[in-house]
């Protein structure tokens, strides 16, 4: 569809590969510079697969991604700022806030359809021979 | 000709694996350790390591082989298999998910020892061994109470199981004894290595007038850096090598120290007499260390923390009745002592403490 639009497929696609590996990286480099001030192996402790959960929920538009993002956040936030605030809940039941979003999230994204995700995605175009 | 070529490439490893192994047989011992996470992570995979170092010291000719970031699953065994194979003949599993597949192998090989790190299974080549901590954890709060000037105290835990809840607990009634005003605010991330939840943990604490951070996660090191970077004091959990992470804020700390039991246990294996045991020691066997002190740590403060750990060292039982929750109950009567069986039994929280414990 691109290519019919004039567009250059295997152009646009390497586009978006170097953009994702220069957004990954300012992610990891405010993890370990900014955030804990520290590096370890597997310190991003499987929020990569967040992320590419975070991309289907928002039916990959950028921008539900962002909101999804600060949702996600928040609610790890959230928990960690209640019991710093001695809120009166149990933090197992706090734990399971991210948990019971996703549920929610896959709820309603089970609602609207099927899945948005891109024609071409993961497939190789070098143009009509 | 590339097809021979690669065959030889391949046997090469073997071949001198085989040659190897006539030394290996020999009566020098070959000790294996496995551990969940990196060796540098200032914490309690550094404090194994350590270990395995001060044993290697102490007995000339033992040769260790240690395998880092080893899961808490099969690949455990697999990895503990791949030491035997090359002569291991005592293992240390270090995590406690370690301890089905350690158990597994050492039903296999009844001829090589196995010591696991905190659980509880028993055979006749398979003994664990564990820190006391809970009472070790007194001297710290006494330690916090004296150099907190916001009288409050934020503890950062990874999974609020019992042993954590009675660290915490040991922690605030320490810290009371000095200064009955102290209040303890407590933040479970539920992970014991989730870098950016200690870390947003630590900040949130801080946010709320914490000025003495202490930890009970894998590794201190977030924790610490974050509590220097914000300009508060810190107390150290796992490894006494944390001191280094905070030469500001750092008040002491608790690091154990498995260097003289590894010892002992690698000894007895090379004389043929291992015995397995459930082997649970604190500060008065010198299995548990305190660190040495910060910079801005008087040296009134320093006694009385020497002071109450040799008190702990000597017997002395931070949970002697009677002891009430953070809710008025009492859960330890007048008379009564929780002892070393009771320390995962804790759910509830010492008063002084904020927050929930289930």
């Known amino acids: 569809m691109a290519y019919a639009a004039g567009y250059r497929p295997a152009l646009l696609q390497y586009q978006a590969l170097a953009l994702a590996g220069m957004l990954g990286g300012i992610a990891g480099a405010h993890l370990s510079i900014a955030l804990t001030l520290t590096w370890a192996e597997g310190m991003t402790a499987g929020r990569g697969f967040i992320a590419i959960a975070l991309v289907i929920f928002a039916g990959w538009n950028p921008l539900w991604a962002v909101i999804g993002a600060l949702v996600f956040g928040g609610a790890e936030s959230l928990q960690l700022q209640f019991q710093a605030r001695g809120v009166d809940v149990s933090p197992f039941l706090m734990n399971m806030v991210p948990y019971l979003l996703t549920l929610l999230v896959l709820t309603f994204s089970g609602l609207r359809g099927r899945s948005a995700a891109p024609a071409a995605l993961g497939r190789s175009f070098f143009g009509v021979e | ?358």
């Open chain 2, 1 to 358: 000709m590339t097809r021979l070529r690669m065959l030889l490439v391949a046997l090469l490893p073997l071949a001198l694996a085989l040659l190897a192994l006539p030394a290996a047989a020999a009566d020098n011992l070959i000790v294996g350790a496995i551990y969940v996470g990196s060796v540098n992570d200032y914490g309690y995979n550094r404090s194994m390591h350590d270990g395995l170092m001060a044993m290697k010291a102490a007995i000339p000719g033992v040769t260790v082989l240690e395998a880092e970031n080893v899961p808490e699953s099969a690949e455990a065994e697999r990895v503990m298999e791949g030491m035997i194979q090359q002569g291991a003949k005592l293992i240390f599993a270090t995590s406690f998910g370690h301890q089905q597949f350690a158990f597994n192998l050492a039903q296999k090989h009844p001829d090589v020892d196995f010591e696991h790190a905190g659980g509880w299974m028993q055979a006749a080549n398979f003994g664990n061994f564990f820190g006391a901590t809970q009472a070790a954890w007194y001297p710290m709060g006494v330690a916090a109470g004296k150099m907190t000037k916001t009288n409050t105290l934020g503890f950062v835990a990874g999974v609020p199981i019992g042993y954590v809840i009675g660290n915490i607990n040991a922690f605030a009634l320490g810290a009371r004894s000095v200064n009955p005003k102290v209040e303890v605010r407590v933040v479970a991330t539920g992970s014991w290595s989730d870098k950016a939840k200690e870390a947003a943990a630590t900040g949130a604490l801080i946010d709320q007038g914490a000025d003495v951070i202490a930890m009970h996660v894998d590794s201190p090191a977030t924790v610490i850096q974050v509590a220097e970077s914000r300009g508060v004091y810190s107390i150290g959990f796992q490894s006494i090598e944390a001191s280094a992470l905070a030469p500001k804020g750092w008040i002491t700390g608790l690091g154990f120290t498995w260097g003289p039991f590894m010892t002992a246990t690698a000894k007895s294996v090379i004389d043929g007499a291992f015995k397995p045991a459930m082997v649970r020691e604190g500060l008065g066997e010198g299995m548990i260390a305190i660190a040495p002190f910060g910079p801005a740590v008087p040296e009134e403060t320093q006694a009385l923390v020497t002071a109450a750990a040799d008190k702990v060292g000597k017997g002395f039982n931070p949970f002697t009745g009677p002891i009430a929750d953070n809710a008025g109950v009492v859960r330890i009567k007048d008379g009564e002592a929780w002892g070393g069986d009771k320390m995962g039994n804790f759910d509830w929280y010492v008063e002084g403490v904020i927050g929930k414990a289930k």
